[in-house]
T-cell receptor, first 117, second 115 residues
Framework: GAGVSQSPSNKVTEKGKDVELRCDPI?????LYWYRQRLGQGLEFLIY????????KSGLPSDRFSAERTGESVSTLTIQRTQQEDSAVYLC???????????????FGPGTRLLVL | AQKITQTQPGMFVQEKEAVTLDCTYD???????LFWYKQPSSGEMIFLIY??????QNATEGRYSLNFQKARKSANLVISASQLGDSAMYFC????????????FGTGTSLTVIP
């Protein structure tokens, strides 16, 4: 497939449990982004990777959130001890070039809908 | 301060009419890019149009155009000849050269096209 994929598409979990969300970016894309979108709200930046390093983790809401990326491929967002306020859609996006002056649109995945009961 | 401000939470437009969605931004970086994305009810984010801070002309892509007023720091999206399929959330976003790959998104505008 040519697009960004995310799994699972939906996740229902109980408060206090850990969850792992997966993102497969477009092959060859060096940059990968995670966003959170609460119901009826805009996108909240969480973290981005350039390759497998994360230059900017400033958007992670708490130390319960962490993310990893293997090389320039799969990324996993982990939420530990989930809380009800973590319920949201988690969107992943990737983009291609390191050259700022290229039109580096982000290509978004379909998102993972997380519901914490 | 908010990097991107979209002041219209909801807009209505008659089919075939034009509509303008507002976006203002805040940056001290002279090199930046502005983006608009569409998010239908199905949830995917669709890239619409891009404007670079040094671009001399306003960007256009089909029925979409960007009214770029640099001094005012505004980058309004104009959709001409609205169609029912244009009903969606629209997000304005910015990328600053100093900030590397980080994108800043606004809170979005919900557009409803009325038949």
């Amino acid at each position: 497939g040519a697009g960004v994929s995310q799994s699972p598409s939906n996740k229902v979990t109980e408060k206090g449990k850990d969850v792992e969300l997966r993102c497969d970016p477009i092959s060859g894309h060096t940059a990968l982004y995670w966003y959170r979108q609460r119901l009826g709200q805009g996108l909240e930046f969480l973290i981005y990777f350039q390759g497998n390093s994360a230059p900017d983790k400033s958007g992670l809401p708490s130390d319960r959130f962490s993310a990893e990326r293997t090389g320039e491929s799969v990324s996993t967002l982990t939420i530990q001890r989930t809380q009800q306020e973590d319920s949201a859609v988690y969107l992943c996006a990737s983009s291609a070039s390191r050259d700022f002056w290229r039109v580096e649109t982000q290509y978004f995945g379909p998102g993972t809908r997380l519901l914490v009961l | 301060a908010q990097k991107i401000t979209q002041t219209q939470p909801g807009m209505f437009v008659q089919e075939k009419e034009a509509v303008t969605l507002d976006c203002t931004y805040d940056t001290s970086d002279p090199s930046y890019g502005l983006f608009w994305y569409k998010q239908p009810s199905s949830g995917e984010m669709i890239f619409l149009i891009y404007q670079g801070s040094y671009d001399q002309q306003n960007a256009t892509e089909g029925r979409y155009s960007l009214n770029f007023q640099k001094a005012r720091k505004s980058a309004n999206l104009v959709i001409s000849a609205s169609q029912l399929g244009d009903s969606a959330m629209y997000f304005c976003a910015m990328r600053e050269e100093m900030a590397g790959n980080q994108f800043y998104f606004g809170t979005g505008t919900s557009l409803t096209v009325i038949p």
